[in-house]
């Protein structure tokens, strides 16, 4: 499964060495078989992605196009709701919810004809960067067992590294694509605000939430949003722009191109980090870009403009777990407040509450402007930098994390440090353009690195170009 | 400490979270640390700046309204699938209203 691609798996289909059916079979039974090494999924979809297999072999036996992604396993992240199969948000809270309707982008993933083989473990509604926080358990990295997968995304990070699944999709918030990818050394890609419709993602922060892809190449990955991607009249937010041809656009060209290094993004990374960076950067040169060293001023107010607003949108968010409609209730309340107080209680993790916590305090009476207007502002700075890099360069290149991945347990007693180690991720989400981790390389103790390329709204197309000459020169 | 035990308290109620007395204290300690980083925003004048409430794109203000027109929806049966207590087609809920 490790070495198949969504070019091969076609190529198999359409040459008749393998059926649908057969290699959906083969693939969940691998993928439940290798579970338990890293707890990567929390649901296997076994009834679903054999119906879907079977329709893609009656395509294939009618002569019609069975679809983008044909016969392509697929794991979810948890977060996204599937008709008939249970999605907990690795939540203690929703631990029997069977959503009545499929997201958006699981109708759009199986119109391909891609097979849906499993629901992946995440940190608990996507608040966390380590996979720590799920009422399930940690997941670990395939890379390094008794290391985390990063998160908030880590299953199906781990998921696409195991080779369980060719193809994943994730939630970003702040990071939560492309910090997994770069800890377990798969592609992740967070497109544009608006690219992909959130309809049926569970929301954490309205205005920060993304689908993305996952894969082991970035064509796979590229291929993948182009499905998804696009105007949904179901998310007002969704843009009403054409999606490219990504996949089309990948000629391993990128002489010309002017590539911006962040100094801000080079300050406080851990050197064996750095090196792999500055080695990709040296490849990209040689590939004919043209490098220069570019200033986002604000990059250090990121973190403290992230924790406001997303804290804030996920206290309103939140407040619809309330033990009336959503499968959990406290058995012990009399009252209504109770029923609220002691379910919410019960259901959330530490991290949950503490980001209820501050959201609710900064929104709350007296600290509103002080706070959550005084984030505003500052975002629309945080997006004025990029606008502004972006007159002088076509891509910025940084890197995903400070650091690789860490040991299970290693930060979990220090929430603050935790959140500061998302400030390379985190400022791309606030601007809302285009990011991705590309895998640059292992460190001297064997983890991987990734590469962050950042392009402006919409150009998903040029960061692809990067991430595709990159991986072709360096393997 | 820019948060007090009080305070926490006060804002569990509005957040309806009940937490328990260690958990209050720890919960104090944590919103104290990320409030002092912050803080930081203050370094920073930003007056005349607009406030950013979301991404947006290039388009016209009616281009993502849609039509005014019925569908199907989820009938009562599958709406109250995930109550966890239900009856005569209602989510139920502890009493009220005290007599």
């Known amino acids: 499964m490790r070495d198949y691609t969504i070019t091969s798996i076609r190529e198999g289909l359409l040459r008749k060495e393998f059926s649908a059916a057969d290699f959906t079979r083969e693939a969940l039974e691998h993928a439940e078989r290798e579970n338990p090494k890293t707890n990567a999924y929390l649901t296997f979809s076994a009834v679903r992605a054999m119906a879907a297999a079977e329709e893609v072999d009656r395509k294939i036996a009618a002569g019609e196009d069975p679809g983008a992604l044909a016969g392509v396993p697929v794991a979810v992240k948890d977060v996204i709701v599937t008709k008939g199969l249970r999605t907990t948000c690795a939540s203690k809270l929703l631990e029997h919810y069977i959503p009545p309707y499929d997201a958006t982008a699981i109708l759009r993933l199986e119109q391909a004809g891609g097979i849906i083989i499993g629901k992946t473990n995440c940190d608990e509604f996507a608040m ?39 193809l994943a999709l994730g939630s970003d918030t702040g990071g939560s694509v492309r910090q997994p990818a770069s800890f377990c050394g798969v592609t992740g890609v967070t497109p544009t605000y608006g690219r992909v419709s959130r309809y049926g993602l569970t929301v954490f922060a309205s205005s920060l939430d993304h689908i993305g892809p996952f894969a082991r190449t970035t064509r796979d990955a590229a291929a993948l949003l182009g499905v998804i991607a696009g105007r949904d009249e179901m998310d007002a937010t969704s843009a009403p722009a054409p999606v490219p041809d990504y996949t089309g656009a990948l000629n391993g060209d990128v002489s010309g191109l002017r590539l911006g290094l962040p100094r801000e993004y080079f300050q406080g990374l851990e ?19 043209e490098v220069r060293d570019i200033s986002l001023p604000h990059t250090p107010y990121a973190i403290a ?34 029923m609220y107080r002691e379910t919410r209680d019960e259901g959330f993790g530490a991290e949950c509450k503490r980001r209820i916590m501050l959201g609710t305090y900064v929104l709350s009476a007296g600290y509103y402007d002080a706070y959550y207007i005084k984030a505003q502002k500052v975002r629309t700075l945080i997006a004025r930098d990029y606008a502004e890099a972006f007159e002088q360069v076509d891509a910025i290149v940084a890197p995903v994390s400070p650091f690789p991945a860490f040991k299970i347990g290693e930060k979990v007693d220090d929430p603050v440090a935790m959140y500061l180690s998302d400030i390379y991720t985190i400022t791309g989400s606030l601007a809302g353009i285009p990011c991705m981790s590309v895998p640059c390389g292992l460190t001297p103790d064997g983890l991987p690195v990734g590469l962050q390329i950042l392009t402006s709204h919409f150009d998903e197309t040029t960061m692809f170009r990067v991430a595709d000459a990159y991986e072709r020169a360096s393997t | 400490m820019k948060i007090t035990d009080q305070e926490v308290r006060r804002v569990a109620e509005l957040a309806a979270l009940a937490l328990r007395d260690d958990e209050v204290e720890k919960m104090a300690k944590d919103l104290d640390n990320i409030l002092s980083h912050i803080d930081k925003l203050n370094e920073l004048d930003t007056s005349g700046i607009e406030p950013m409430a979301q991404v947006l794109f290039k388009a016209e203000e009616t281009a993502t309204l849609r039509e005014d027109r019925e569908k199907p929806c989820l009938s009562n049966a599958e709406a109250l699938a995930n109550a966890p207590v239900s009856g005569s087609g209602y989510f139920k809920v502890p009493r009220v209203i005290e007599r």
């Open chain 1, 128 to 166: 966390g960067s380590s996979n720590e926080n799920s009422a399930f358990g940690p997941v670990r990295n395939p890379c390094a067992l008794d290391r985390v997968p990063g998160g908030s995304s880590g299953g199906s990070a781990a998921a696409v590294a195991q080779g369980t699944a060719v």
């Open chain 1, 271 to 289: 050197s064996a980090t750095g090196d792999r960076i500055h080695a990709a950067v040296e490849t990209l040169k040689r590939l004919g870009c």
């Open chain 1, 305 to 338: 403009t992230y924790y406001i607003i997303a804290t804030a949108e996920a206290s309103a968010n939140l407040a619809r777990y309330d033990g009336v409609r959503y499968t959990t209730r406290a058995a012990s309340a009399n009252t209504l407040a109770d």
